[in-house]
């Protein structure tokens, strides 16, 4: 009866923090889709509308912000200070420090998109683990922006690995905002290299 009485305290208590979990409103994700033109998004305008139609879809409306950087702006100066919550309510990151530390919890697993997809990662066919960011690990802008969002041809942007994996395993490799350059700024360039033009979205608090 002992036994018992202990199992049934324990399965409650399990119960009781997934539904806490639940109740977290979502405050991150991954965008499920690209706009169309690569990293021509519109600059960061055209890139929170992006972000801010797919939350609405989702029924998560709201100031949301792409966490991207220009040569003017930070991507970590964008998205506010947290927490920040995925679609099935686990926390990401407590704040700022934690996001761009060791405690953040950006994986494959959680780095889920509006509808609480999981996002394909290295293995999966096709492989979509390259994320817009322009940023550097530290949230502040690399040089590689594709002229601040704005240009969908040639040149660059910082990609990072919302799976955490890349060819070794150095700390570039594993990096969920700055793990490499990309080979240029059309769609087709960016899927070439294992991405798709997704970006990280935040609500901005």
């Known amino acids: 009866m002992v036994m018992k009485r202990l199992f049934t305290v324990a399965a409650l208590a399990c119960m009781g923090t997934a539904a806490m979990a639940q109740d977290q409103a979502m405050s991150f994700f991954v965008t499920s889709a690209n706009p169309g033109q690569g990293a021509g998004l519109g600059g960061l305008e055209g890139a929170d ?69 999981v996002v394909n ?28 969002w704005t240009n969908s041809g040639e040149g660059s942007a910082m990609v990072g690995h919302h799976d955490r994996m890349g060819l070794d395993d150095s700390d570039a490799a594993k990096s969920w905002n700055s793990s490499h350059p990309s080979r240029g700024c059309s769609l087709e360039a960016l899927q070439g290299t294992g991405g798709d033009g997704l970006f990280y979205c935040f609500a901005a608090n």
């Open 49 to 117: 509308a992006h972000c801010a139609e797919l939350a609405a879809a989702a029924g998560a409306e709201g100031d949301w912000k792409a966490y991207l950087s220009t040569d003017q702006e930070n991507a970590r100066d964008r998205i506010g200070s947290g927490p920040w919550y995925n679609a099935d309510g686990v926390e990401i990151a407590a704040d700022i420090e934690a996001l761009h530390g060791d405690g953040n919890a950006i994986s494959k697993e959680t780095a889920l998109d509006e509808m609480g997809n």
């Open 121 to 148: 990662g290295r293995g999966d066919d096709p492989n979509r683990h390259d994320i817009l960011t322009g940023s550097m690990p530290d949230g502040t802008a690399a040089a590689e922006t594709c002229e601040n």
